[in-house]
């Protein structure tokens, strides 16, 4: 597919006249335009989705959205935090209003099946060569950041104030958002009054809005082991002390520590997502790293799992008769926990409904997957991040019918249902920043 330019006349369509003084928006969002955009954007999304990029290596996404909003009478600005991209619309007296969508891509092998998966391979930050796909759904979300853009400004008389299109990198390294702050994010740019960002679901029926106000995402520590033995010939472990027993051993053991050390009200996730080691079957190497994710959802809840993990893997190499101590690594501060603003999610909530009917909004509950969304909260701005369903319904309905559950982010087969999605997410993006930017 070709992609084709954004600026359409068509984006006038159905539009009332700007609200008066005082007034919050009183017109619902045009379906007709969404729908009038949805070819261009469909093109979009196919083109993002064939050519995703590891954290801190975005150039080509940056260079892609820069360019389409440039287009829309942005002042754009690239390499913030790295690969980062800032994009600003300013429209006279009122609220500074930021939506967030993040740039990066996974390394996973894509599985989906379709006509446009990604082949792409790239090296990651160890220097390995890993496939790499948009298998979290940012695609997606800057697909539907666009539209909104879109929408937005063709749409100037429905809203004043500042709007402040944020690309963010690397937020599955969970370390962009703090990169573009440090950048001077909310320095060399306006501080925006509120954050907003909508994240793909594979928990409700496609365009299905979710929120929960308070905490909503956990915090996440990537933890480091790396167990030490003796290596030699494997038709002579009597002679070695086997460093992938140990750290299969270890990988069954710290699951107890969830079982039967965690109050089951306290919610953890202990998750080994690699175990490296070995070059081939008939060496027994001299070490072995795991490399683990951990989710909590309180400091003292963290500071007892961390050391509950230390203390376990330490036994079992004295058990194994390790020559050397393991090492653990793990990071002095976990990644935050997402806060939703209640305040200004109620506002939305209120907003969304009115838009999109009741039964599109949905309250959700509290989930154990991480966002560096949260820094931005952490740093003073009144912030929401919003989900949206994202599976076909009859679907949905089989699994939960059936027990088996159906892909999900950051899983090989990961595809969102497009068009009902991106439209949904556009529509919901815009009524959400219309209502922020309503006076009161």
Partial sequence: MKIRGFALGLLTVGLAAAHAQ???PAASVSTAQIDALYPQLQDVYVDLHRNPELAFQETRTAALLAEKLRALGFEVT????????????????????????????LPV???????FASTVTAQNASG???PVMHACGHDLHMTAWLGT???MAQNRARWHGTLMMVGQPAEEALSGARAMLADGLFTRFPKPDYALSLHDDDTMPAGTIGYRPGLFRAMSDAVTITVYGRGGHSAMPHNTVDPVVLASRIVLALQTIVSRE????DPVVITVGAIQGGTQGNVIPDEVRLLLSVRTYSEAVRARTLAAIRRVVRGEAIAANAPKEPRVDAPEKGNAMVYNDPAVTTRLVTALRRELGQAKVVEMPQKMTSEDFAEYGLAGVPSVLLHIGAVDAVDLAKSRESGIPLPAPHSSEWAPVLEPTLKGAIHAEVAALLELFARR
Avoid: H
């Fill in 22 to 24: 005082g007034a919050t």
């Fill in 109 to 115: 092998a894509e599985k989906t099946g379709l006509l």
């Fill in 149 to 151: 853009a879109t929408v």
């Fill in 78 to 105: 690239t390499g913030v935090g790295r690969t980062g991209v800032v994009e600003i619309l300013k429209n006279g007296a009122g609220p500074t209003v930021m939506m967030r969508t993040e740039i990066d891509a």
């Fill in 262 to 265: 965690n109050n089951p009200v």
């Fill in 128 to 130: 390995q060569t890993v």
